[in-house]
């Protein structure tokens, strides 16, 4: 199933999901909130540094490409709306493994790339995270059943990078394999 097929299962599923995940008590202004779907992820960094003491990373280094695959979330959270214009809520949400590969570039004997062509590393791992949120919506009225807001939140966000590979690709036909430790890192995180 390719990514539209799965864009339209999991939105399928958030329409008939969304009654039974959002419960309203306004008379009392408390609210619980469901979310599901899919988020389009990148990112516009590989930082890279040396793990064996006292390496240098060649001077003709270059990441040739990078990506990460979109990965299907659910969260939940709880709220309050103070009046019809003015709602807090404090949300958690898990985002599921999605795939991630970078392919970085060098070249050249005094580079250290056997055989003096250009050699590859291609590395490739799975990334998840969880994030938490404090929320703030302004909203802008409503019509027809639908309320266009503006919003802010602040919080933290846990990202693990697990299964993460490093295959090196020799010009001369040789090849090396490293593997490096599981990662998870908490990081700022605003919307």
């Given at each position: 199933?390719?990514?539209?097929?799965?864009?339209?299962?999991?939105?399928?599923?958030?329409?008939?999901?969304?009654?039974?995940?959002h419960?309203?008590?306004?008379?009392?202004?408390w609210?619980?909130?469901?979310?599901?779907?899919?988020?389009?992820?990148?990112?516009?960094?590989?930082?890279?540094?040396?793990?064996?003491?006292?390496?240098?990373?060649?001077?003709?280094?270059?990441?040739?490409?990078?990506?990460?695959?979109?990965?299907?979330?659910?969260?939940?959270?709880?709220?309050?709306?103070?009046?019809?214009?003015?709602?807090f809520?404090?949300?958690?949400?898990?985002?599921?493994?999605?795939?991630?590969?970078?392919?970085?570039?060098?070249?050249?004997?005094?580079?250290?790339?056997?055989?003096?062509?250009?050699?590859?590393?291609v590395?490739?791992?799975?990334?998840?995270?969880a994030?938490?949120?404090?929320?703030?919506?302004?909203?802008?009225?409503?019509?027809?059943?639908?309320?266009?807001f503006?919003?802010?939140?602040?919080?933290?966000?846990?990202?693990?990078?697990?299964?993460?590979?490093?295959?090196?690709?020799?010009?001369?036909?040789?090849?090396?394999?490293?593997?490096?430790?599981?990662?998870?890192?908490?990081?700022?995180?605003?919307?």
């Amino acid at each position: 199933m390719g990514k539209f097929g799965v864009l339209a299962l999991v939105g399928a599923a958030a329409v008939m999901a969304a009654p039974a995940a959002h419960v309203d008590d306004f008379a009392s202004g408390w609210y619980l909130r469901g979310d599901v779907g899919i988020g389009m992820q990148k990112f516009s960094r590989f930082d890279h540094t040396a793990t064996n003491g006292g390496f240098v990373w060649p001077a003709s280094w270059n990441i040739d490409s990078k990506g990460i695959g979109d990965g299907v979330f659910i969260g939940g959270g709880i709220g309050y709306q103070f009046n019809s214009w003015l709602r807090f809520d404090v949300t958690g949400e898990y985002r599921a493994t999605a795939n991630i590969k970078a392919v970085g570039r060098y070249s050249g004997v005094a580079d250290f790339c056997s055989g003096g062509g250009v050699c590859f590393d291609v590395y490739d791992g799975k990334h998840s995270a969880a994030v938490f949120l404090a929320n703030a919506y302004f909203d802008l009225g409503t019509w027809w059943c639908i309320t266009p807001f503006v919003g802010a939140g602040i919080g933290g966000a846990r990202h693990s990078i697990t299964d993460f590979w490093d295959l090196g690709l020799n010009s001369d036909g040789g090849t090396g394999r490293g593997f490096a430790s599981n990662y998870d890192s908490w990081k700022l995180t605003w919307a």
